[in-house]
């Protein structure tokens, strides 16, 4: 079945610096990638949604110059975080539309120390 | 390890009828529970959560699931089905430990609605 290959899994970073996380369809063209958050013991939020060639629609609320997002081919879509702090410590997970249906990433653990 | 299994990849009721997805889960800890929906085009709205009060969680729109514990089960219902709750559900476990979350999710179904 239809793959998203997200990386990496989990990350450490210092306060400040840039983090990026790549998510690739293995065996589809993804034309929209979602992209969302977690916090503990919470729901996923919705960050943005990315189509392949265009600007990335950011949910109300979500920085958009914090949270870059590129989807320059069918196959990879990125987040960003920069300047990251320790707010931004969360788990974000991708998300592709696969047809009529949906599949996910395994998430990438973000710790801003 | 943990897994989700959403038993019916596709679901046909009638408006006015009752909605059953049916979800079985495994973990090793006591997970928490949710269930999303995602119409077509949007991204995933919650549901519902369920992380380890009632067992039996009220959501938006009139669902409701409850948690099964003996039967690793964690069905979502409602009593009456709209045109408005076609779309797309998924079942989610998610689990926290010392390295870190885990999130699984079920393969999804597909609620569709006839008038």
């Known amino acids: 079945g239809a793959v998203v290959s997200q990386h990496p899994s989990w990350v450490i970073c210092k306060s400040g610096t840039s983090v990026k996380i790549e998510c690739r369809s293995l065996?589809?063209?993804?034309?929209?990638m979602f992209w969302y958050r977690q916090f503990p013991k919470q729901s996923l939020m919705l960050m943005a949604t990315s189509n392949e060639g265009s600007k990335a629609t950011y949910e109300q609320g979500v920085e958009k110059d914090k949270f870059l997002i590129n989807h320059a081919s069918l196959t990879l879509s990125t987040l960003t975080v920069t300047s990251a702090h320790p707010e931004d410590s969360s788990f974000y997970i991708c998300?592709?539309?696969?047809?009529?249906?949906?599949?996910f990433g395994s998430g990438t653990r973000l710790t801003v120390v | 390890a943990q897994s989700v299994t959403q038993l019916d990849s596709h679901v046909s009721v009638s408006e006015g009828t009752p909605v059953l997805l049916r979800c079985n889960y495994s973990s090793s800890y006591s997970p928490s529970l949710f269930w999303y929906v995602q119409h077509p085009n949007k991204g995933l709205q919650l549901l519902l959560k369920?992380?380890?009060?009632?067992?039996l969680v009220k959501g938006i729109n009139g669902f409701e699931a409850e948690f099964k514990k003996s039967e690793t089960s964690f069905h979502l219902t409602k009593p009456s089905a709209h045109m408005s709750d076609a779309a797309e559900y998924f079942c989610v476990v998610s689990l926290q430990n010392n390295a870190g979350n885990m999130l699984t999710f079920g393969g999804g179904t597909r609620l569709m609605v006839k008038p």
């Open positions: 998300s592709a539309r696969v047809g009529r249906g949906y599949t």
């Open positions: 065996d589809f063209q993804a034309t929209t």
């Open positions: 369920y992380t380890s009060a009632a067992t």
